[in-house]
């Protein structure tokens, strides 16, 4: 089962911020949380990860709180390519696999 | 660098038939994991490989499903005896061999079962 949770859906205006909440509260202490998007009808979408530090990269930044059980994925001027799923995902430490949930259904308007 | 390469994009088989989806995975990738997405469901993972070993089969039905990662050549997923029910899209994605690299995602094979 995913070991997180996620708002079922999100709406943004193109040019603000997206910030997209993401519960994990069961996460341990070595498992990362990475962030994927499904656009519709294509391949997951490898968005960014993290440990415990706040990571950025020219897609995305990643705020995780200082307990870890939670975190925030930022899309800094969403745009309406940017309408997608967004998974969030705590990577199996044991195992190594993705477990997907059920995402966020994030909708960009003009 | 080419990404995860999956082909067919799309195929159609009739009832009791076989379908075999196949995976290159990307340059330097040893790790391949299957996934599969049902019309308006999220991904579930089916199986994890790397060459010439199956790690994690845990998410494969017990019956009909099988994949491979030889030593040499792409992984295959393979379905037997086709039913409606497999309808769907197959996703495979690779990894490097260090535990924790990246997990990359191919564009995914449609099947339709008639």
Known sequence: ?110 | NAGVMQNPRHLVRRRGQEARLRCSPMKGHSHVYWYRQLPEEGLKFMVYLQKENIIDESGMPKERFSAEFPKEGPSILRIQQVVRGDSAAYFCASSPSVLRNTIYFGEGSWLTVV
Request: glycine share 6%; aromatic share 8%.
């Open chain 1, 1 to 110: 089962d995913a070991k997180t949770t996620q708002p079922t859906s999100m709406d943004c205006a193109e040019g603000r911020a997206a910030n997209l909440p993401c519960n994990h509260s069961t996460i341990s202490g070595n498992e990362y949380v990475y962030w994927y998007r499904q656009i519709h009808s294509q391949g997951p979408q490898y968005i960014i990860h993290g440990l415990k530090n706040n990571e950025t990269n020219e897609m995305a930044s990643l705020i995780i709180t200082e307990d870890r059980k939670s975190s925030t994925l930022i899309l800094p001027h969403a745009t309406l390519r940017d309408t997608a799923v967004y998974y969030c995902i705590v990577r199996d430490s044991n195992t190594d696999k993705l477990i997907f949930g059920t995402g966020t259904r994030l909708q960009v308007f003009p």
